[in-house]
T-cell receptor, first 116, second 111 residues
Framework: EAQVTQNPRYLITVTGKKLTVTCSQN?????MSWYRQDPGLGLRQIYY???????DKGDVPEGYKVSRKEKRNFPLILESPSPNQTSLYFC???????????????FGPGTRLTVL | AQSVTQLGSHVSVSEGALVLLRCNYS??????LFWYVQYPNQGLQLLLK??????LVKGINGFEAEFKKSETSFHLTKPSAHMSDAAEYFC?????????FGAGTRLFVKA
């Protein structure tokens, strides 16, 4: 089944404790992206990746890191989480952006993160 | 720069009534526009998209949207609401590698 998977689905942690949220897609998509969803703000793009080893900042990158060493995986890293990073996080993938930005994105099920 | 405005954070309709969810955008380049739906505790899934082929776009579950360049709008409609349409709906604009989402409109359907 074609899908985007995220782990963990739920996470409660404490301020300053490094964490990684994994994202994997099995559709051979070039483009992957991370979003956070907060009430009243919709989804805001954190980082995106156009292909392996190519990443760039979205609108809210502060406090986050990403890497794209393999096409299928795009982990989101919070080196020192703070309470204002409590949110619902979504990973998404797409066949391609830029030259084909008309392609829709396929979303994972979400990761609900609470930072105490 | 691109932006999306969804008018109305909550919309309530009766079952069988017309659904109208409003979306206005701004874009410095020809936009690609999308509507996504999010059911409770799920990720987003595509309803429909505008890619300049036709201004009236039909999507899944009986939804459609019309691209109006003069009004910079891409409103979502459905002639007759069903209880299963209750969800949150997001309008999004893509240009280049970035995607901008609206704040979302939660649709309530009354029996």
């Amino acid at each position: 089944e074609a899908q985007v998977t995220q782990n963990p689905r739920y996470l409660i942690t404490v301020t300053g404790k490094k964490l990684t949220v994994t994202c994997s897609q099995n559709m051979n998509h070039e483009y992957m992206s991370w979003y956070r969803q907060d009430p009243g703000l919709g989804l805001r793009q954190i980082y995106y990746s156009m292909n392996v080893e190519v990443t760039d900042k979205g609108d809210v990158p502060e406090g986050y890191k990403v890497s794209r060493k393999e096409k299928r995986n795009f982990p989101l890293i919070l080196e020192s989480p703070s309470p204002n990073q409590t949110s619902l996080y979504f990973c998404a993938s797409s066949p391609g952006q830029g030259r084909s930005s008309y392609n829709e994105q396929f979303f994972g099920p979400g990761t609900r993160l609470t930072v105490l | 720069a691109q932006s999306v405005t969804q008018l109305g954070s909550h919309v309530s309709v009766s079952e069988g009534a017309l659904v109208l969810l409003r979306c206005n955008y701004s874009s410095s380049v020809p936009p690609y526009l999308f509507w996504y739906v999010q059911y409770p505790n799920q990720g987003l899934q595509l309803l429909l998209k505008y890619t300049s082929a036709a201004t009236l776009v039909k999507g899944i579950n009986g939804f459609e949207a019309e691209f109006k360049k003069s009004e910079t709008s891409f409103h979502l409609t459905k002639p007759s609401a069903h209880m299963s349409d209750a969800a949150e709906y997001f309008c999004a604009v893509t240009g280049g590698f970035k995607t901008i989402f609206g704040a979302g409109t939660r649709l309530f359907v009354k029996a």
